[in-house]
């Protein structure tokens, strides 16, 4: 049979059978039971969706099962449902088009379901189609014939509940037939309108194009808005708008708008298919949903309960993530302290493998419980079908800036972690309003930043003013990004993504059971891309910045450094040495010392002058400069700047006592106090704005491109500079 897959592509290479249908049916729930443990996941050639593979094991061989991102419909505008079109067309740089399509139908709305099989069926790919969750459509009284209906349709149909095991083998078995006796489902006859309009716009190609694109793909071009077709053709974008407006004018003329042409003439088709097959047994009951929605969309129950919802996930990122936190803490730090005196013979090996290599792999480890935690709840919430809920509450509040709901959670879980926040946007379909919440996801405040609040509120606010404004204070803090977020992104989309104010229409799925397997899956798939995504650029910055503060090193440094020391206390060389608390002070001055000339010192020096109009002086200047990595290594920097050690932490008392010493060495302002409370609430809001964390950036160049991840580095930068610069000079203003 010279359709036969078995028999000619089989023989050469694994059968490709592509997973599709709409989003929240239990595509992924089926890929996971049929395909177990044998998936990979990795992304598609240039593009940052995710593309999940799995081997499916078939009486005859086997088969890769490709799980395709959820769509209603091959009208594609987000990234997830262009993979979609561009898999299933073959047009993916090392991927073949699929031999076979699983089209998985909602059992309780076969005919919207329909819609998206109808236009994969112009693209000549053989399918078959599952009646999912047909428990659920028997629960409602729904009596399906499938025998009519794949009769109706040319291929096979049968009822499936991805949720069960037993589902697996009835599958399996129908895809192993459908490989070997394929069969195509019955397209759309269009009308004469449609069909002229489709040769006009294929004859006004350039030469080669009609040819290597089908119907169903110059039927994008003729009836999207803005096709995401478009982008990938070698067509002059003047020379395409007119021939595409030619052949709308046909269907124009056969008495069709060519805008709802699709949709109209699609669902008449398919209720002529259905017709007879799909009956109702009584009057449909109030279903679960419709009940329990009643409470949780609800203006005002539905907000409390929502609140309540997101403050346990929001707790729980803190309190469920922070003894492993603490754990991993705890395992670098004694890893530390166990290979730090074998390489004391050579200190500069003993500083790159302890100071960054280990400091480095445990900069972005220490992320991975947040992100566990975090991925946990989504998918969790996701699964149970109240996400879509959630979205649909928060949408008011951010409507007006240019977002929708389904960016409230993934700005809410950047206070605890712009890493996991970030990832989450994945669940925005939108493109520009997922890069948009990307871009000011960082400007949360996020735990790393609480270390630097909790030592300068406590050092300076709480002595002079009290624990009610130092709460204010922290409280401001916290509050400070969200403020200007929602403003900044109102100008992004007005004026640098021109977004177009497009209705937020949202499916809401039925409530289900969760699949805790399925969430395991997800937590697995979301710490591993983290580790190995965002991992290796986060240790290779560790790398640079250690090498900054540790070059060039000059010898001559510790001599002088020793001599000023002994000469200070009034010592000896030998007694500094014999007394165990001179020689840990001696080996932190000298540490200091090495510091303020290193390459970052002296890069701290250079650009003060940038910084003084906020009041930093050059030690400052070190430790934000030191601090891009990871925020928190502002408080190391300083202890170490400050000949305290680098081990002091954010409650140290020692550092809080030397900050409030420092005065300034030189300058118009030399013997004045550094840290006065202009300057101190100026650091804090550089801090709270700019985009410190090597974590953060990595993960904005995988979801959205270098160019993205740079422009967030610098724009946040830039309006933390300013924030710190008003702060300094507005407070000195009112003294």
């Not at 014939?145 to 095991?165: S, W």
């Not at 445990?362 to 109240?386: N, R, W």
Request: with cysteine; glycine share 8%; hydrophobic share 50%.
């Amino acid at each position: 049979m010279a359709d036969s897959v078995a028999s000619t592509k089989a023989s050469l290479a694994p059968a490709q059978v592509a997973l599709v249908g709409n989003p929240n049916i239990g595509k992924t729930t089926l890929f996971n039971l049929l395909t177990g443990l044998r998936q990979r996941v990795g992304n598609y050639p240039g593009v940052t969706v995710s593309r999940k593979v799995g081997v499916l094991p078939l009486p005859n061989g086997q088969a890769e099962l490709i799980d395709l991102p959820g769509t209603y419909s091959l009208a594609a505008t987000s990234l997830d449902e262009r993979i979609v079109v561009d898999v299933l067309s073959g047009q993916v740089p090392g991927l073949r088009k699929p031999d076979l399509v699983v089209c998985m139908i909602d059992a309780t709305n076969v005919v919207r379901n329909l819609f998206l099989a109808s236009q994969i069926a112009e693209l000549g790919i053989p399918m078959i189609g599952l009646l999912n969750q047909w428990d659920t459509a028997q629960k409602q009284g729904l009596q399906i014939d499938t025998g009519l209906l794949e009769q109706r349709l040319g291929v096979p149909v049968l009822p499936c509940v991805a949720t069960k095991k037993s589902s697996a083998s009835a599958v399996t078995e129908a895809l192993s037939k459908a490989l070997e006796s394929p069969t195509r489902l019955k397209p759309i006859d269009w009308p004469e309108a449609v069909t002229e309009a489709t040769i006009t716009l294929r004859a006004s190609m350039p030469k080669g194009m009609s040819d290597s694109l089908s119907d169903a793909e110059v039927h994008r071009l003729l009836f999207d808005a803005n096709s995401a077709l478009a982008e990938r053709l070698d067509w002059e974008d003047v020379a395409r708008r007119s021939a595409v407006k030619n052949a709308r004018d046909r269907v124009q003329s056969g008495g069709f708008n060519p805008m709802a042409a699709e949709p109209l003439l699609q669902y008449e088709h398919l209720n002529k298919l259905t017709e007879g097959v799909v009956n109702r047994a009584g009057e449909l009951p109030l279903q679960h949903s419709e009940s329990i929605d009643r409470l949780l969309v609800h203006r005002g129950w539905g907000l409390a309960i929502f609140a309540a919802i997101m403050y346990v996930v929001f707790l729980s990122v803190y309190t469920w993530a922070g003894p492993l936190m603490d754990l991993i803490e705890w395992g670098k730090g004694s890893l530390q302290s166990w290979i730090s005196p074998m390489l004391s013979s050579t200190p500069m090996l003993q500083s790159l493998v302890v100071d960054a290599a280990i400091e480095g792999v445990g900069a972005f480890l220490v992320f991975l419980p947040q992100i566990l935690v975090l991925f946990f709840f989504i998918a969790l919430l996701e699964d149970t079908g109240y996400m879509a809920r959630a979205a649909f509450l928060m949408d008011k509040m951010f409507s007006w800036c240019g977002l929708n709901g389904k960016s409230f959670v993934p700005l809410l879980s950047s206070y605890a972690c712009a890493v996991p926040g970030i990832m989450a946007t994945r669940t925005i379909e939108d493109p520009k309003a997922r890069l948009a919440t990307i871009l000011i996801a960082p400007l949360m405040s996020c735990s790393a930043r609480l270390p630097v609040y909790v030592l300068l509120i406590g050092a300076f606010i709480e002595p002079q003013h009290g624990p009610f404004v130092a709460s204010l204070t922290l409280f401001a803090m916290h509050f400070l990004g969200l403020a200007i977020a929602l403003p900044l992104v109102w100008l992004f989309n007005k004026f640098l993504l021109k977004t177009r104010p497009q209705p937020f229409v949202l499916e809401m799925p039925r409530y289900h059971v969760p699949k805790f397997a399925d969430i395991a899956w997800r937590m697995w798939e979301s710490g591993v891309e983290f580790v190995k995504r965002a991992g290796t650029v986060i240790f290779a910055i560790t790398i640079i910045v250690w090498a900054l503060l540790y070059f060039p090193r000059p010898s001559a440094v510790e001599e002088a450094t020793t001599q000023q020391f002994i000469a200070t206390q009034g010592l000896t060389l030998e007694q500094a040495q014999a007394d165990e608390a001179q020689a840990a002070a001696l080996s932190q001055a000298i540490d200091s010392a090495y510091l303020e000339q290193s390459w970052m010192g002296s890069m701290g020096r250079t650009v003060q002058p940038i910084f003084e109009s906020a009041g930093f002086d050059w030690r400052i200047t070190v430790g934000v400069l030191a601090s891009f990595p990871a925020r928190e290594v502002i408080i190391s920097t300083l202890g170490v700047i400050y000949s305290l050690g680098g081990d002091v932490d954010e409650e140290s008392h020692s550092l809080q006592d030397a900050l409030k010493g420092s005065t300034w060495h030189e300058g118009p302002r030399i013997g004045q106090a550094v840290f006065t409370i202009p300057v101190v609430m100026g650091i804090m809001v550089f801090f709270a704005l700019c985009s410190q964390c090597g974590a953060t950036l990595a993960i904005i160049k995988k979801e959205a491109g270098t160019r993205w991840a740079v422009f967030s580095f610098v724009y946040m930068t830039a309006l933390a500079w300013l924030g710190a610069v008003l702060c300094f000079q507005i407070g000195n203003l009112l003294g």
